[in-house]
Structure formats: C-alpha cells, structure tokens
C-alpha cells in the first residue's frame, strides 16, 4: 500500500499518524493512504517556508521567472506520467487529465512574464525637487487550499503567480488525489526552485484550520463548495489574511430560437457531461426559449447523451467520461436524481443505474437528461457536481435572463445565437463573472482572470491574468524628494557666518 506523505524542505516527509484512505474511483479498492497533517506538521512547514522566503525575493525577477521555464520544459516531458496518475486518482479520462495539466501550465506560462507584471510606476517631478514611485513587494509567506476536481490545474493557477511574486508558498490539496500535487512540487525542485519556497502540505480541515489561524500565513486562495469558501473567507479575514475563495456554481446556457440546434447540443453534451460534470464550469442547466426551441433541442440532445461512453480510463481515449471520484459524492448525486423524480422532472435518459461491466464496485453514474425541470426543484436550485444536465423551459428572453440572474450562483453562463444584439445585451446585462457567446465553457486563458460573482466567490481579485500579481503583491508608494546643491562641487572656503 503506497504511503504518501508532505513534501517539506524539499523533500517528501511521511506523515505523523493520521491517514486518509485515497481510492481508485474505477474500482472502488483504496490505492493508498495519504498522511493528513496537524498543527505541528503545518507549523514546521511555515517555518521552513519563511526561512527561505526572502532570499527568493530578493532574487532577481528574471532569474525566477527562469525556473518557471525550466518548470514549463518538465510539465511537457512528464505530460503522460502527470496525466495517468491523475486519472487514477480521480477518474478523469486521459485527455481531459492531459487538459487539466495544460491548462495549469498556460498560467505558468504567462507568470514567465513576472518582470513586467511587477514593474512599479514613476512620476517624475511630482512637486519641486520631488518624485514618486510605486514597487510591487512579495507578502511573504502565502497559501492555497485546491480541489479534488482540478488536482493539476488550480494549485498551478495559484503558486505559479505567487512563486513568480517572490512568496513562498504552502500547498494544502484535496485529499482525494493528492499525488500529483506531489509531483509538481518534485519537478520545481528540478527546476531549480529554492527548497522550501513550495510546501506540500497534505491534510483534512484540521490543517485548513491551521493554515487559516497561523499568524505568518498572509493570504489564503481557495477552491470548492460555496458553504467552506464563506467559511474560509470569513475566518481567513477575521484573522488578517487576503483571501479569494472561489464557491459552487449553476451555469445557465441560453438556447435561443435561431441558434444551430446541432452546435447547440454537442456544446451542451460536451460542457454538461464532461469529467462526469465534476466541473465548477460545468454546464448544468439548459434554456431554450420556447417550447418549440426546447422540443427542438430534446430532439437533438437525447440522442447524444444515451450514446455517451462511460468507463475507466484505462479503455481508451474513445470514453466519454469515468466515475465520480468517491461512493459519497455517488450517492449525493443519486439523492439528487431521485429528488427531481419525485418533483415531477422528466427523465429523457436516465443512466443512474449504469454499472459498467468489470467495475461493478466503482463509483460509476450514467448521464441523466432531464427536461421540464421548475426553479423550485432542488436538481435546479443545488450544484449537482455530477452527469446531469437539466432543461428548464422559458417563454422569452427576458425570462431565460432572469433564470441566470435570479440564481444565488453567478460563475459562468452562456448564450447561444446567431443574433449579435441578443448576443450583446446578454453578455452587458447578466450579473454572472465569465460569459460565453457561443462558447459553453467560458473559462478565459491565462492572460485574462478567473472568477464568478455572487455567491460563486468571496474576495476582491480573481484567480490568474493581471488579478494574481495584485493578490500575491502589496504595492509600496515612495515620495523622494532630494536637496539641491551637492551637485555644484565642494566649498574650498573657510566657511563664515552669513
């Protein structure tokens, strides 16, 4: 049984007692055992990290943003290794495991260009003999607690700007599927980081609680449901810490009356079932306009979802999408399902009862298609996290608007159109943080920011683009000003009274 510790000074450290098991979701067997941390274990890992913080601060930007490309290098040549120990934590198929580190690495990528992210302003002459200037400093010491969902990815999107802000920084992964967070931390070291400036602290809220209270923590990045993202932010502030706590989401796509019904529907599949809906971006629910829209769009859709592929990884790339990643989030979803049965939901494909032959053990739900679906059921009101996708119909526009802007979620949503007004007005109008126009899953790249509004996040600055340079830096603003007359050479003269 594999035993998988922290990584703590550069090395991997086993645990102290507490374990966690962490599972094959294919199978249903526990693969190994993770160490879940404690106080001590989360003080020590500080301690390390701000001993060696200030000498990778005071390194010159350019010369970090070099390990970053070595990083770049390494992340491309272990692209398979990553991606096969991803899928066999969380049961994701290989391209999309392959997609969850690529889109990591884009944000590596534009923290490359820290030199010019951290550049100051200058006023000359702000008053007589007087200049003023601002710098971007490191904060210190700061923290990121991520997902099981993106194991890869989101660590990548937080301690990539910070590392490049001159921080150190502790890493405190989902539990789940803690390896390749391990893994990243192993290739930065080979990439010339500093020991110390990453941690890999694994653990359970017992090592969230200590990361939130230590003093020398000074912000705190979080991704997961929205009920801990308000706990975390509201203890991590309390405490003195910058905090951006991504929560939970409910994307809305709008299908309006001229939309290709063709393009309309392989989005739909494609951004509804994709990593089993265990996506933050994820869409979950479908608004044709219309019932003629909507018939025309069931008609298109059924068909579709009751030929997705489901199974493990390990049966080739031509698998749709694996299990969910635990027996608790599989029954969380059957509940759910079950409750959209019994409010009167029509199932169109219903694949809750899916066992897939050989893997009868593991943690497998078939795609769920629901249709006539009322914003007072649960399956429409609560984030699913699962394969099912349901259709609420509107009569116009207005009312497909007011569905995603009456929602307490506000992460992503889209329209789709072929009419540019339409297409305009939705994107001015819709209080939601990441739109899409004919794009299902609008998650920006790496040079603009990730974040939901509402309930979907707590805190001022999203994730990656121009917003991490400011979340991972505080700005110092000098007022020089320097006497005159040094510069017109030394007196030779006794000096007199005048």
């Not at 203890?235 to 991504?246: I, L, P, T």
């Not at 929560?247 to 951004?271: C, E, S, T």
């Not at 809906?277 to 003629?292: F, K």
């Not at 990441?434 to 805190?459: C, D, E, Q, R």
Request: with cysteine; proline share 6%.
């Amino acid at each position: 049984m594999e035993q998988i510790g922290h990584w703590i000074d550069g090395a991997k450290v086993a645990g102290s007692g507490r374990t966690a098991d962490v599972f094959n979701p294919s199978t249903g067997e526990v693969q190994a055992r993770v160490a879940l941390a404690g106080k001590a274990e989360l003080d020590r890992a500080v301690e390390v990290a701000a001993a060696a913080q200030p000498a990778w601060e005071a390194t010159n930007p350019q010369r970090r943003a070099r390990v970053l490309m070595k990083f770049v290098d390494l992340l491309n040549r272990d692209m398979d290794k990553l991606a096969e120990a991803l899928s066999r934590e969380h049961g994701k198929t290989l391209p999309d495991a392959k997609g969850d580190v690529q889109r990591g690495l884009e944000v590596v990528e534009f923290c490359i260009g820290a030199p010019h992210h951290l550049k100051g302003e200058f006023t000359d002459s702000a008053g007589p003999g007087i200049d003023m200037y601002s710098m971007r400093q490191a904060l210190g010491v700061t923290a990121g607690i991520t997902p099981f969902n993106f194991p890869a990815m989101i660590p990548m999107w937080m301690f990539a700007p910070a590392i490049a802000s001159g921080n150190a920084f502790i890493l405190k992964p989902s539990e789940r599927d803690p390896s390749v967070p391990m893994m990243l931390a192993e290739l930065l070291e080979e990439a010339g980081l500093p020991k110390g400036i990453l941690q890999v602290v694994n653990g359970d809220k017992e090592a969230v609680d200590a990361i939130l209270d230590h003093p020398v923590i000074q912000s705190v990045g979080f991704v997961g449901s929205t009920p801990i993202a308000a706990y975390i932010y509201e203890r991590a502030s309390a405490n003195g810490k910058r905090a951006q706590c991504f929560g939970g989401a409910k994307n809305h796509m709008i299908i309006m009356p001229d939309a290709d019904m063709d393009q309309a529907a392989d989005a739909l599949v494609g951004a509804g079932y994709g990593a089993a809906g265990e996506r933050c971006m994820a869409i979950s629910v479908a608004v044709p306009v219309g019932d003629d829209t909507a018939d025309r769009l069931i008609a298109k859709l059924a068909p579709r979802v009751e030929a997705l592929k489901v199974g493990p990884y390990t049966s080739g790339e031509d698998v749709d999408f694996g299990p969910v990643v635990t027996a608790a989030a599989k029954q969380n979803i059957l509940g759910l399902i079950q409750s959209g049965k019994d409010a009167g939901a029509e199932a169109v494909v219903d694949g809750s009862d899916m066992n897939v032959q050989g893997y009868e053990d593991g943690f497998f739900v078939g795609p769920v298609l629901f249709d006539r679906v009322t914003p007072d059921m649960d399956i429409y009101r609560k984030e699913i996290f699962g394969p099912v996708l349901s259709c609420v119909r509107a009569k116009d526009y207005e009312e497909a608007l007011g569905l995603a802007m009456d929602h307490e979620y506000g992460n992503g949503t889209a329209i789709f159109t072929r009419d540019g007004d339409a297409a305009r007005d939705f994107a001015k109008r819709v209080n939601v943080g990441m739109v899409g126009v004919n794009v299902p899953i609008p998650v920006p790249l790496a040079y603009h920011t990730f974040g939901g509004w509402k309930k979907s996040m707590f805190g001022d600055l999203n994730q990656h683009g121009p917003d991490a340079f400011k979340f991972y830096t505080r700005t110092k603003t000098v007022t020089a000003r320097w006497p005159s007359g040094i510069k017109e050479g030394g007196e030779f003269s006794i000096p007199v009274m005048e």
